[in-house]
Nanobody, 123 residues
Framework: QVHLVESGGGLVQPGGSLRLSCAASGSIFRITVMAWYRQGPGKERELVAV?????????NYVDSVKGRFTISRDNARNTVYLQMNSLTPEDTAVYYCNVVAAIDARPVQYSYWGQGTQVTVSS
């Protein structure tokens, strides 16, 4: 019973920037992890960035976006962001939000996915 709504995708020129947002709503007891995946043309879906939703807020990135992308969170709003800078055509893909969360006090967690938002980098 968790719904993810993504926004911020669109068409940008190489070297440009874009900020993606993903808001989680519904019966959320606790969010453990928030992440962004992407799937480019002819490619498999890959993990782009992940952030721990606990106190540490630790992050990890795929090598190809390190130094260019930044994942962040707003726990009060159950929202995760992906700031994308210095975009290249290779970043063109459908970007998917992923949230791992518990919906009640039981020690059980589920993985939820957004519907995806298109990011196109082209001149």
């Amino acid at each position: 019973q968790v719904h993810l709504v993504e926004s911020g995708g669109g068409l940008v020129q190489p070297g440009g920037s874009l900020r993606l947002s993903c808001a989680a709503s519904g019966s959320i007891f606790r969010i453990t992890v928030m992440a962004w995946y992407r799937q480019g043309p002819g490619k498999e879906r890959e993990l782009v960035a992940v952030i721990n939703s606990g106190g540490s807020g630790s992050t990890n990135y795929v090598d190809s976006v390190k130094g260019r992308f930044t994942i962040s969170r707003d726990n009060a709003r159950n929202t995760v962001y992906l700031q994308m800078n210095s975009l290249t055509p290779e970043d063109t893909a459908v970007y998917y939000c992923n949230v791992v969360a518990a919906i009640d006090a039981r020690p059980v967690q589920y993985s939820y996915w957004g519907q995806g938002t298109q990011v196109t980098v082209s001149s």
